[in-house]
Each structure stands twice: as C-alpha cells, then as structure tokens.
C-alpha cells in the first residue's frame, strides 16, 4: 500500500530541548495528521493539517507543540521545550481529499525517549 | 475514551481456528477502519469500511452503521496473525479524525 516515511524511527532527548519529527507523506496526500501511542495503550489523534493549516487538534496537542509542511518538505511535528511526558511512539498518517471520508495511511512511527 | 469498544481486549487461538473481532460505537461514524500492529509497532491497514461487508483473505470484515458496530472474522488463523487489532471510527470534524479502539492482543499458537 502506499507508503508514509518517518525519521527518525527513535530519537533520544535531554528533557527541555527541541525536537523535531519528520514525515514524507503519500506523495498525492493532502490532508497529514499525528498521533499519539504511549506504550501498551491505543493510538490517540494529535492533529490534522489541510492545506497548510491546522484543521483540529486535541487536548493532547499541547502549546509547546506546532506543526508545518513548508513547500516540497517534510511534514514535521515539533516539541518544544519537551517533557518526560511526551515519551512516546509518534505517529504520522495522510490521506487523499475526496468525496465523504478518507482512507488514512500510517508511517512506522518514530519512538521518541525524553531524559 | 470509551466512544470506541473493542472485544475481547485480548484472545489466544489454536493456529487453524475461527475468530471474530469486534468495535462497538457510541459516536456516529461514517467509516471504519481496522489495522493490525505488528510487534515491531507498525501499522497495517486491513480494511476501509463504508456500511457493509468486505473480505480479502482469510479476513472479512462488516460495518453495520445502524447498531453502530464492526466486526473482523479471522479464519483458519496462522501464526502471523499475531499482534494487536485495532478498529478505528472516522469521526469527522474539520477534517478527517480516527478514534481508536483498545485494541484486541491477538496469540496465535501452534
């Protein structure tokens, strides 16, 4: 199927520093989107992003997160200051804009250690 | 939260044997999806659900929109079926949103 590329797939960090994930959508896609998986637990919805905007995000999108897709980059997702809490797997998906709701593409994650 | 019920949360079948997954929703959701996550954490997408029934494989799978629920039939389960199941329900907002399930462990033994 179609394939969403992560990097780094782990990533330690001194708690406080910046961080920055990185993500190669579908090349098609349009909406992109991260989520959340905490060890053993279910996948939780961070954001979406359309058309250079961020549509929604959820109360685990904190304000020291931020998203951006600048011109022919990758999608990335950047914590700054990071906390202990933030550990976890991160997850990028797109999808293709059309009619009703969209099929959701994952990457494999990127495993992210805060210290 | 509990707007997405997955049973059982976990499940060991003898290989060669029948299962059934199944997502109970309490939100209004126009399609679902089911994933399985290997041990290595990564995602593979199974099924994309309007209302009614898809197979591919020894897997088939129903969503039924107006008792709110989907389900995944296992059949003659093989090893490489371990790992975990998730239903995921399209809850549209600005843009699309998928609401996971708990998941169910699945154990396929010899």
């Known amino acids: 199927g179609p394939k969403v590329l992560q990097i780094p797939s782990h990533q330690i960090i001194d708690m406080g520093q910046m961080v920055t994930l990185n993500c190669d959508p579908v090349s098609n896609h349009l909406y992109f989107y991260w989520y959340k998986q905490i060890l053993g637990q279910q996948m939780e919805f961070l954001v979406n992003?359309?058309?250079?905007?961020?549509?929604?995000k959820s109360k685990l999108f904190k304000d020291q997160f931020s998203v951006e897709r600048p011109d022919g980059s990758y999608f990335t997702l950047k914590i700054q200051p990071t906390a202990l809490e933030d550990s976890a797997v991160y997850f990028c998906?797109?999808?293709?804009?059309?009619?009703?709701?969209?099929?959701?593409?994952f990457g494999k994650g990127t495993r992210l250690t805060v210290v | 939260g509990d707007q997405v019920k997955q049973s059982p949360s976990a499940l060991s079948l003898q290989e060669g044997t029948n299962s059934a997954l199944r997502c109970n929703f309490s939100i209004a959701t126009t399609t679902v999806q089911w994933f399985l996550q290997n041990p290595r954490g990564s995602l593979m997408n199974l099924f994309y659900l309007v209302p009614g029934t898809k197979e591919n494989g020894r897997l088939k799978s129903t969503f039924n929109s107006k008792e709110s629920y989907s389900t995944l039939h296992i059949r003659d389960a093989q090893l490489e079926d371990s790992g975990t199941y998730f239903c995921a329900a399209d809850y549209g907002g600005s843009g699309n949103k998928l609401i996971f399930g708990t998941g169910t462990l699945l154990s396929v033994k010899p």
């Open positions: 992003f359309y058309n250079g905007k961020v549509m929604e």
């Open positions: 998906a797109s999808s293709f804009p059309g009619q009703g709701a969209l099929e959701v593409f």
